[in-house]
């Protein structure tokens, strides 16, 4: 039986996390579609494939084969055969990953491969244009959401935890509100609330309460 549940949201706002622990407590897949986009960029890098070249993105798109497969628990992406998992979190692949999602071609060729890789499973996606444009009609649509200073806070936390201590609170604040104005106004798929999904604000809640709110909103629908 198929059964899709959408999690849309702005940069920072715990889709990940959330869409792996509901998953895991209702026996759902999960698809991380942020993850593909990146995938393409580090082929991009690789293959010096220039984003001006439109002709060649094109043509490479065609070249591009993306697996997913759980290993221990963990979403581990393919490119090619090879696991790229690690090579998708670079500097240099966060600061081209969003230029490369804008490019209509590769959106096309992702959302083809997203509705694709869905098609008949029970499975929690998150991205930022799932509920509005890859499932329209997707059972369940949320979009998780926390105000910019509490995603700032979040991204600050993540950093001591690394051991960065050079980017103060600030800076953080106004690159998590400069991603969200870059999002939200982007010509191709800007961050949309679906007007039928249900809003789940984090900003004040821990995990688990985000957790047992999003759960019971798919429940009642399963
Ligand atoms: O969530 P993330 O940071 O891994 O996403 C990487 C980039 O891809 C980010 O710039 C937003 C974009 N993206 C998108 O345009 N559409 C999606 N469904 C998912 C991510």
Request: glycine share 6%.
């Amino acid at each position: 039986m198929s059964f899709i549940v959408a999690i849309d949201g702005p940069a920072g706002s715990g889709k990940g996390t959330i869409a792996k622990l509901v998953a895991d407590d209702l026996g759902f897949l999960t698809m991380d579609t942020g993850a593909m986009y990146r995938c393409v960029t580090v082929y991009f890098i690789e293959n010096q494939i220039s984003l001006e070249e439109e002709e060649k993105v094109e043509n490479s798109l065609e070249k591009i084969q993306i697996d997913m497969k759980d290993i221990d628990g963990t979403q581990n992406f393919f490119l090619n055969g090879e696991n790229v998992s690690t090579k998708i979190r670079t500097k240099e692949v966060d600061s081209l990953v969003s230029q490369v999602s804008h490019l209509v071609p590769v959106r096309l060729a992702m959302v083809h491969l997203q509705r694709k890789l869905a098609e008949g499973k029970k499975i929690i996606m998150e991205g930022r244009d799932i509920g509005t444009n890859v499932f329209p009609n997707a059972d369940v649509k949320i979009y998780l959401d926390a105000t910019p200073e509490e995603r700032a806070r979040r991204r600050m936390e993540q950093n001591k935890a690394k051991g960065i201590n050079n980017i103060s609170f600030e800076e953080i604040l106004e690159n998590v509100k400069f991603r969200d104005y870059n999002d939200m106004t982007s010509s191709v798929a800007p961050l949309k609330k679906a007007e039928d999904a249900i809003t789940v604000d984090s900003s004040n809640l821990t995990i688990p309460q985000v957790v047992e709110r999003v759960e019971n909103i798919i429940k009642e629908r399963m």
